[in-house]
């Protein structure tokens, strides 16, 4: 029996748009989201801009948004797929190692897996990167490649079991491809 229930990771600093599109596409597509994070609590998201004339990415405070479980309570067998979001969070989450499980999880399973912006450091971090293609905000280009990874400055990459964008700009070419693999592996 398949799962209608699919993890959201975020933390404090997960970027707002990142975040909310899959989860309120998720729901469209009959998907249970899954908000996960270091704690239970509620979290502060942001708002990720690189406003004109600056070189650097510009931050605002954004909703904020409870979590549903804990990293260390999750059990990942009972989850479909699986969505890193972006924003300064998984910087400091991904050391978690809950989350490197959980991770670990998706990868080896091959269940549906999204990632976008800085989502990315989550995965690299877990060594789950290495031969992959992935599309990913380009200041974390290092973080990709330093553990094996292929960047790909595209909209939407798929590569397996993985469907990955760059900003939140990208939402409307990544999370589709996504959202049809989780589909896809809940009517097989």
């Known amino acids: 029996m398949s799962s209608n229930k699919v993890l959201i990771i975020i933390g404090d600093a997960t970027e707002t748009l990142d975040t909310m599109y899959p989860y309120y596409r998720l729901q469209e597509a ?29 931050e605002w405070e954004g909703y904020t948004l409870q979590a549903d479980i804990a990293f260390a309570d999750v059990n990942e067998e009972e989850y479909a797929g699986i969505l890193f979001s972006g924003g300064r969070a ?10 490197v499980r959980i991770t670990r999880h998706f990868f080896e ?23 992959r293609r992935m599309a990913t905000v380009p200041k974390c280009r290092f973080d990709l490649e330093v553990c ?17 964008g760059r900003t939140f700009h990208d939402n409307g070419h990544y999370v589709g491809p996504w959202i049809r693999m989780l589909e896809a592996a809940r009517d097989a």
Request: proline share 9%; with cysteine.
């Open 148 to 164: 094996g990874g292929i960047f790909v400055d595209e909209p939407c990459v798929i590569d397996g079991n993985m469907v990955s």
């Open 30 to 58: 009959g998907f249970e989201p899954v908000v996960a994070a270091p704690e239970k609590r509620l979290y502060q998201l942001v708002l990720h801009e690189v406003k004109p004339g600056w070189t650097i990415t510009k």
């Open 90 to 99: 998984p910087e400091y989450i991904r050391y978690d190692e809950d989350l």
């Open 109 to 131: 399973t091959n269940k549906p897996v999204a990632s976008v912006c800085h989502g990315v450091e989550i995965p690299a971090y877990a060594g789950c990167v290495k031969g």
